[in-house]
Nanobody, 121 residues
Framework: QVQLVESGGGLVQPGGSLRLSCAASGRIYKINGMGWYRQAPGKERELVASITSGSTTSYADSVKGRFTISRDNAMNTVYLLMNSLKPEDTAVYYC???????????????WGQGTQVTVSS
């Protein structure tokens, strides 16, 4: 009933930029926090950046000053602008959102399918 669809991944050279998008659709009453995670081969999934419904943001130390998370509440979309990309940023990036499907529902965490980001020359 709820889907998160990511887009914007791809291959980029070191120092380059990419912008990821994640759009939520379906039965949505309210979206609380939203975030971006990533998982590199052989590593655990880690939180990259998060944003509250009031647009308070938080970042992993490894991306501070390079990545910017934002959201468009009218479009149920969260973005991740990634600048000064490094090879170590290579990973599958997943979006996550806590969504209430009705006014009386408990928020549930939904995941997107993931989008590959590869930073290489």
């Amino acid at each position: 009933q709820v889907q998160l669809v990511e887009s914007g991944g791809g291959l980029v050279q070191p120092g380059g930029s990419l912008r990821l998008s994640c759009a939520a659709s379906g039965r949505i009453y309210k979206i609380n926090g939203m975030g971006w995670y990533r998982q590199a081969p052989g590593k655990e999934r880690e939180l990259v950046a998060s944003i509250t419904s009031g647009s308070t943001t938080s970042y992993a130390d490894s991306v501070k000053g390079r990545f910017t998370i934002s959201r468009d509440n009218a479009m149920n979309t969260v973005y991740l602008l990634m600048n000064s990309l490094k090879p170590e940023d290579t990973a599958v990036y997943y979006c996550n959102a806590e969504i209430l499907t009705t006014a009386w529902a408990v928020g549930f965490g939904y995941w997107g399918q993931g989008t590959q980001v590869t930073v290489s020359s």
